[in-house]
């Protein structure tokens, strides 16, 4: 059968390449000849289908993806972790190989959670990445803002990008996500540079820990996708890990957040979904972000400060903080 092919309207010029997005629609999971020549594509089917018939040879600059973390959500069905591990083990074996030697892969995991006990997953894909000799640059903590509460254990508000390289000579640059320094006034106090500015004027390191609110109703990325990353979250590793003109996998790309990312840096982006409208409305925001139209929430605006909000104040009913605690002990004794 052959190949539905359906391209966005807006084609981007990147580095000189024109690049349009398109959404590649197979029936049969057969992946096009001329996979190698299309610019930024989202392909409809299974991931490890689309893996297998590519060749065998190193393609990605960057692969980064938030797999199903085996939770029971909507697009997943809860296996037996080990059987969860040996699928994810596959795909990870499909990738190293088209991996380049300059090259990164961020898996980013949350907790596979088990009658009520959490299994972090980082933990359990680490001796995937060993095997294959990858080298862990940084343990990155996603830390955010909401999500649920919990009663018999502390509410859960993060989770960890794994950034692993291929080889040491692998491509990063700080300069492009470099944040505002705490005291960019400082000057070296002694030495031959004494009264000189001592911080870099670019700004700071943004850490191993990074504060960008998750996706939740009023985020302005808000699809139906029940569980879309954040767009600034891949915008810094994208920023960092690749230059211009650099192929970026996700492979399950969801409404394609880290696409969105990749081409609104003039990266080359190529996603894997196997839900059909969230392939589709993956496509409609590459091409969003193509022509330029992305609504995303940069990596480095600054968190909403919640106590200019009315409802940050408490209700007279309610009573400042220590009373409403004193009271209830007392009223426990
Ligand atoms: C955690 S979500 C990723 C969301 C994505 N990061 C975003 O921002 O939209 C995982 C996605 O993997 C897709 N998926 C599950 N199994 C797949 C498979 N075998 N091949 C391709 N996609 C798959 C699911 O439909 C789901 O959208």
């Known amino acids: 059968m052959p190949t539905k092919r359906t391209r966005a309207h807006d084609p981007a010029q990147e580095g000189g390449k024109t690049c349009p997005p398109a959404l590649l629609l197979d029936e049969d999971d057969n992946v096009p000849a001329d996979i190698l020549d299309l610019g930024s594509a989202i392909w409809r089917g299974d991931t490890e289908a689309f893996l297998s018939s590519l060749p065998l040879e190193p393609l990605f600059d960057l692969v980064v993806t938030s797999p199903p973390y085996n939770i029971g959500k909507a697009y997943?069905?809860?296996?037996?972790?080990?059987?969860?591990?040996?699928?994810?083990?596959?795909?990870?074996?499909?990738?190293?190989?088209?991996?380049?030697?300059?090259?990164?892969?961020?898996?980013?995991?949350g907790n596979f959670v088990d009658n009520g006990q959490i299994i972090p997953l980082d933990i359990e894909f680490a001796p995937i990445f060993k095997k294959h000799g990858l080298q862990l640059r940084n343990r990155i903590i996603w830390h955010f803002g909401h999500g649920l509460h919990n009663k018999k254990r502390f509410s859960g508000r993060y989770e960890v990008v794994m950034w692993y390289t291929k080889?040491?000579?692998?491509?990063?640059?700080?300069?492009?996500?470099?944040?505002?320094?705490?005291?960019?006034?400082?000057?070296?106090?002694?030495?031959?540079?004494?009264?000189?500015?001592?911080g870099n004027p670019l700004g700071k390191n943004p850490e191993d820990v990074w504060d960008i609110p998750n996706v939740k109703s009023n985020h302005p990325e808000k699809t139906t996708h029940p569980c879309q990353f954040p767009v600034g979250?891949?915008?810094?590793?994208?920023?960092?890990?690749?230059?211009?003109?650099?192929?970026?996998?996700d492979p399950f790309s969801g409404v394609a957040s880290s696409g969105v990312a990749t081409l609104i840096h003039g990266r080359r982006f190529w996603g894997c979904e196997l839900n059909i409208s969230y392939a589709e409305a993956g496509?409609?925001?590459?091409?969003?972000?193509?022509?330029?139209?992305?609504?995303?929430?940069?990596?480095?605006?600054?968190?909403?400060?919640?106590?200019k909000s009315t409802l940050s104040k408490r209700p007279v009913e309610v009573g400042p903080a220590t009373v409403a605690k004193k009271s209830k002990r007392g009223a426990e004794k």
Not at 169 to 187: A, E, Q
Request: proline share 7%; charged share 30%; aromatic share 10%.
């Open 76 to 109: 997943e069905k809860k296996e037996e972790l080990a059987k969860y591990l040996a699928w994810q083990e596959r795909i990870i074996d499909l990738i190293v190989p088209r991996l380049k030697d300059s090259g990164s892969i961020c898996w980013q995991v």
């Open 167 to 198: 080889s040491d000579s692998y491509h990063f640059d700080l300069d492009p996500v470099r944040i505002p320094s705490k005291y960019p006034g400082k000057r070296h106090f002694k030495g031959p540079k004494k009264g000189q500015v001592s």
């Open 233 to 249: 979250l891949i915008e810094r590793i994208v920023l960092s890990m690749t230059k211009p003109g650099a192929l970026v996998f």
């Open 283 to 307: 496509l409609s925001r590459l091409s969003d972000a193509s022509s330029g139209n992305a609504k995303y929430r940069p990596h480095d605006q600054p968190l909403y400060d919640h106590t």
